[in-house]
């Protein structure tokens, strides 16, 4: 029997936030970290604290999940011929290094990535450029458009991109537009309904069960994918908005890319296998054939990817390996940064090996809580002797490069959110030239910004440091 004055619904609200922890532990299997932060919620909070589990800390079932990777077996059928084949032209052409072919080979095995040999990658850092060349491709598609994109806002170029999809769907070139359900909440049916009207796909990732009520809000794709023809696409960190080509409310930078050649095929199977996802449609047949290009441009690049449906974190233990591995930089652009424990160890042991390592962030946040968490971090690199730079407005780009012959570009952050909630994709290119290019544009980005040296950190507030403690230790949730 309950005492008569313990107040029975509080009672209830522990038990809930119990029963919550005991479904982190044994059956979502969430870190120690992140079990500990919630716990630390729920004591504090304890109603707030099951409210926010229920609507950002609860993920996909693993029922959902395995049926997710069950679905994506259509990828090991189609790589594992391709792996093989590709890999050895790639070691046959004889122009890679022991690093180059070691970390291929890791992400032959331990990703299933492919090697796409011949390529031409057009780099955009002017994001308005990108949109016009890609709508001008998409204007001359024939055959088909497929586009997944973790946002889409109906401000003037998403209006613009629409009503050029639906031309393209009144001329019957086939349309499928794949759109993350809460990063485009903004963009609903009556939006979009010219391109369904006119036989459009139109389809809302990991959709809610209810209108305006969905239980998964941490766990979205966050990829972008276009690719039109089977010939063209376009991937990076740009999604469709006027804020992307720093129209918005906050000075932005961010990059994007354009791919010609082998490197389609790659991004295109991967926009399937999350087309399949959503429409539950058996999608081989659309991906079985390669289709031929006339690029001769040597371009080695394996497309990596991860997410909530896999615990392998594959684009984070990539990174990790090539940090381990770096002999001379580490140069990356992020927005967050936010390092898990074996991310950040990676770097420091770097930094003190004496490579250069150099880390991008944003003057001008978009988040200021998140933002907090990501100076703490920064800060501790900086302590022992990393550079970082704040750039001059909201940098976006997500940009990595290795020494002197690899980089990546893709849609992945360094925080706990791309390493283990959201759908990511990154493109790991080597060759010195690409690579060239890439560190140039950064060394142009650096040239604009201010450094976080140890005058700035100890000039900081006590009100400032504080809310960055803060928000570190509720880091592992974000």
């Known amino acids: 029997m309950l005492p008569f004055d313990v107040d029975i619904y509080l009672f209830a609200i522990i038990i809930l936030d119990l ?81 180059i072919n070691d970390i291929v080979e890791f992400n032959a095995k331990y990703n299933l990535a492919a090697v796409a040999i011949y390529n031409d990658v057009t780099v955009y850092t002017d994001i308005a450029k990108q949109y016009e060349d890609m709508i001008a491709d998409i204007s001359n598609a024939k055959k088909s458009v497929n586009i997944l994109y973790f946002i889409y806002k109906t401000d003037s170029i998403g209006t613009r991109l629409r009503d050029v999809l639906v031309q393209k769907a009144k001329e019957g070139v086939t349309i499928r537009l794949v759109v993350d359900d809460i990063g485009s909440m903004g963009a609903g049916d009556k939006f979009f309904k010219p391109l369904t009207d006119n036989g459009a796909e139109v389809l809302r990732f990991l959709q809610g069960k209810w209108k305006y009520l969905n239980f998964n809000i941490n766990y979205r794709n966050h990829r972008k994918m276009v690719v039109i023809d089977d010939r063209i ?59 031929k290009h006339n690029v001769t441009n040597i371009l080695p690049m394996q497309l990596i990817s991860s997410g909530p449906d896999v615990a392998n974190e594959e684009i ?14 580490i140069w990356m652009q992020t927005p967050y940064y936010i390092p898990d424990e074996s991310f950040a160890d990676a770097v420091s042991t770097a930094v003190r090996s004496g490579v250069d390592v150099r880390i991008m962030i944003p003057e001008i946040p978009d988040k200021k809580l998140v933002y907090y968490a990501t100076k703490s971090y920064a800060s501790d690199m900086a302590k022992i002797g990393a550079k970082v730079y704040f750039y001059p407005a909201f940098i976006h780009s997500k940009t990595l490069i290795v020494d002197d ?4 570009l893709g849609t992945f952050n360094i925080d ?44 900081q507030s006590k009100n400032e440091k504080f809310m960055q403690a803060i928000m570190r230790l509720f880091s592992p949730i974000f």
């Open 19 to 99: 029963l919550s922890i005991m479904i982190m532990i044994f059956k979502e299997q969430k870190r120690p970290s992140s079990i500990m932060v919630w716990s630390l919620l729920f004591i504090i909070l304890p109603i707030a604290g099951f409210v926010l589990y229920i609507f950002i800390g609860k993920g996909p079932s693993l029922k959902k999940q395995r049926t997710f990777h069950l679905k994506m077996q259509t990828d090991k059928k189609l790589a594992s011929s391709a792996l093989d084949d590709n890999l050895n032209k790639f070691k046959n052409l004889n122009i890679s290094k022991q690093h």
């Open 233 to 291: 696409a376009y991937t990076g960190g740009a999604n469709v908005g006027d804020e992307y080509m720093n129209k918005g409310k906050l000075p932005w930078r961010d990059t994007h890319m354009k791919v010609v050649g082998d490197g389609v095929y790659l991004i295109n199977l991967r926009f399937f296998k999350d087309y399949s996802y959503v429409t539950h449609k058996d999608v081989i047949a659309y991906v079985l054939a390669k289709p």
């Open 316 to 329: 984070k233990q990539t990174y990790i390996k090539l940090i381990y591995n770096a002999k001379t930089r």
């Open 405 to 408: 012959d690899i980089c990546s």
């Open 416 to 459: 706990v959110r791309s390493f283990k909630l959201h759908f990511e994709l990154t493109n790991l290119m080597y060759g010195k030239e690409i690579t060239s290019q890439m560190a140039g544009m950064f060394e142009n980005d650096a040239q604009k910004s201010s450094i976080m040296d140890i005058e700035y950190i100890n000039m």
